[in-house]
């Protein structure tokens, strides 16, 4: 439609060159004749457009009620693919499944026997005055809270780093109580 016209107004705008051209007044009044086509033209494919765009709107509306029905209706082959989609991914998750068990496992094991850190010595008073004195060395491991003797089986593989028992307590280091520094220092002093 819009081709139509765009042709009509190169037309009309040839034939009122023409018209200057030749000083004939037909070829213009063809022009304009063109020209007028060409706005109705324009004018016809507006209120068509118009219209269209118009009942656009009120085909929703009228269609409103089917469309909850139409949704449901999707919604069940939705759930069927869910259902055999499921068992699907049962079967893919068997596999999966049994290997996420044993990393769980795993990692609780390794947090339980070497990641998370022993509790603290219970140390008496006394013990604590006489250990801020102290120089022998234990070890502690980095990030670690804790400080250990040499022979503790919590440091295993780890990188160990020596230092004096009353340092580490001033560091705010606290006792292993799985190697009980703290009881055996006071003990080898005494
Ligand atoms: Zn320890």
Known sequence: MLYIVLVLVLAALGLLVTALIT?????????????????????????RRRRRSAAAPEAPADSSPPEPAEPAAPAEP???????????????GDPADTPEPAPA???????????????????????????ADLEDEVVVVDEHPR???RTCPWLG????????????????????????PDATLVAAHR
């Open 23 to 47: 000083a004939s007044s037909l070829w213009a009044w063809v022009s304009i004749g063109l020209s007028v086509l060409a706005g109705l033209l324009l004018l016809a494919d507006w209120l």
């Open 78 to 92: 939705v759930s069927e693919e869910q259902t055999t989609l499921i068992p699907a991914s049962g079967d893919l």
């Open 105 to 131: 496992d795993a990692s609780a094991e390794t947090e339980t026997t070497s990641d998370s850190d022993p509790g603290v010595e219970d140390t008496p008073e006394a013990d604590v005055a006489v250990l």
């Open 147 to 149: 400080y250990h003797l």
């Open 157 to 180: 593989p780890r990188d160990t780093i020596p230092i004096g028992v009353g340092e580490a307590r001033q560091l705010g280091f606290t006792p292993c109580d799985r190697c009980r």
